[in-house]
Nanobody
Framework: HVQPVESGGGSVQPGGSLGLSCAASGYTDGIRCMGWFRQAPGKLREGVARYSPVDSSTYIDASVKERFAISQDNAKNTVDLQMNSLKPEDTAMYYC???????????????WGQGTQVTVS
């Protein structure tokens, strides 16, 4: 069992920046991928970025690639999402999730955090 916990959400004006962190506890040795997802009101949840601790590879969705970055902070043992040049359309609940199988968006993301709200206005 793995428990991801998000932190760092909040409110920011358009053009501003926010950093989100995800700390995972439990059977972290079994994690194959950590992902950041978001869901805006009335919209489907979408994958934003993902990081593989297996080979340190990263992926950023094309819709945010020029503005967002994902990284692992070894000192804090977190997976962080840095969001720059934020737009009102980035407003959503952001979730961190752990995948024990692969880094594919289509595979099972078994463990989810409670989410952290990001509001850009």
């Amino acid at each position: 069992h793995v428990q991801p916990v998000e932190s760092g959400g909040g409110s920011v004006q358009p053009g501003g920046s926010l950093g989100l962190s995800c700390a995972a506890s439990g059977y972290t040795d079994g994690i194959r991928c950590m992902g950041w997802f978001r869901q805006a009101p009335g919209k489907l949840r979408e994958g934003v970025a993902r990081y593989s601790p297996v080979d340190s590879s990263t992926y950023i969705d094309a819709s945010v690639k020029e503005r967002f970055a994902i990284s692992q902070d070894n000192a804090k043992n977190t997976v962080d999402l840095q969001m720059n040049s934020l737009k009102p359309e980035d407003t959503a609940m952001y979730y961190c999730a752990a995948n024990m199988v692969s880094c594919s968006w289509l595979s099972t993301w078994a463990y989810w955090g409670q989410g952290t709200q990001v509001t850009v206005s």
